[in-house]
C-alpha cells in the first residue's frame, strides 16, 4: 500500500512534495504502463480542482489512449490535433485557459474547461503526453507548468521502456 499524504500551502511545495511522491513510486520499475497508471493516479489524488489526469502515448506518430483517472476519453489523437495533438507536434506545454477558445479542441468531457498538457519526450523522441483537465476555466498557471515539466522530466526514463531510469534522475531544464 502506497500512501502520500500531499499537503501544501503554495502550489511550489505542492508540485515539490507530488514530484517526490511520484519519483518513489516510478523509481527502480521499467514497465510504463504501471508508472504511468500510478502517476495518473498520484495527480487525480493530489490535484485539486481536475476531471481527468492522465496520458497519451506516442505509438507510431499517433497519440493513442494510455493510463488515466477520470471519464472515458478519446482513443487516437493524431499529432496536431486538439490540445494534446498540439503539444505532441510542437513539443511545447499547452496551457489553455479555455478549452472552447482552442481551435481543434477534442471534447472528451463536457466538464472539461481549462487543460494542461505537456510532452514527455527522451532523447528528443516523444515518449507520451501528460494530460490534465479541469472544469474550472483558467484552472492551471505558470506554476503548473513548471511542476508538470519538472515531473515529466523526471518520468521520461522511466516510460520509455529503455534501460535508464535510476533513482533521482531529474534534468536541469
Ligand atoms: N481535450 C483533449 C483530448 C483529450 S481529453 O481531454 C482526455 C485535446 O483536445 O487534445
Redesign the pocket.
Known amino acids: 500500500m502506497y500512501e502520500f499524504r500531499i499537503e501544501a500551502a503554495d502550489k511550489a511545495e505542492l508540485y515539490r512534495q507530488l514530484i517526490e511522491a511520484a519519483d518513489a513510486l516510478t523509481a527502480g520499475e521499467p514497465d510504463a504502463i504501471a508508472n504511468m497508471a500510478n502517476v495518473a493516479a498520484l495527480l487525480w489524488e493530489s490535484l485539486p480542482d481536475l476531471n481527468?489526469s492522465?496520458f497519451?502515448r506516442n505509438v507510431g506518430g499517433e497519440l493513442v489512449l494510455g493510463p488515466?483517472q477520470?471519464r472515458a476519453?478519446?482513443i487516437r489523437?493524431p499529432f496536431g490535433?486538439?490540445?494534446?495533438?498540439?503539444a505532441a507536434a510542437t513539443l511545447e506545454p499547452q496551457c489553455v485557459e479555455d478549452?472552447h477558445a482552442?481551435p481543434?479542441?477534442?471534447?472528451?468531457?463536457s466538464a472539461?474547461a481549462s487543460?494542461l498538457?505537456v510532452p514527455i519526450v527522451e532523447d528528443g523522441r516523444l515518449i507520451a503526453v501528460l494530460?490534465l483537465?479541469s472544469p474550472t476555466p483558467a484552472r492551471f498557471d505558470a506554476a503548473d507548468v513548471e511542476g508538470c515539466v519538472t515531473l515529466a522530466q523526471l518520468l521520461a526514463p522511466r516510460l520509455s521502456g529503455g534501460s535508464k531510469g535510476g533513482h533521482g534522475e531529474l534534468k536541469n531544464s
Do not use: M, N, P, R
Open positions: 481527468w492522465g497519451y488515466f477520470g476519453a478519446c489523437i490535433k486538439g490540445v494534446c495533438g498540439t478549452v482552442f481543434g479542441h477534442i471534447a472528451c468531457d472539461s487543460e498538457v494530460d483537465d
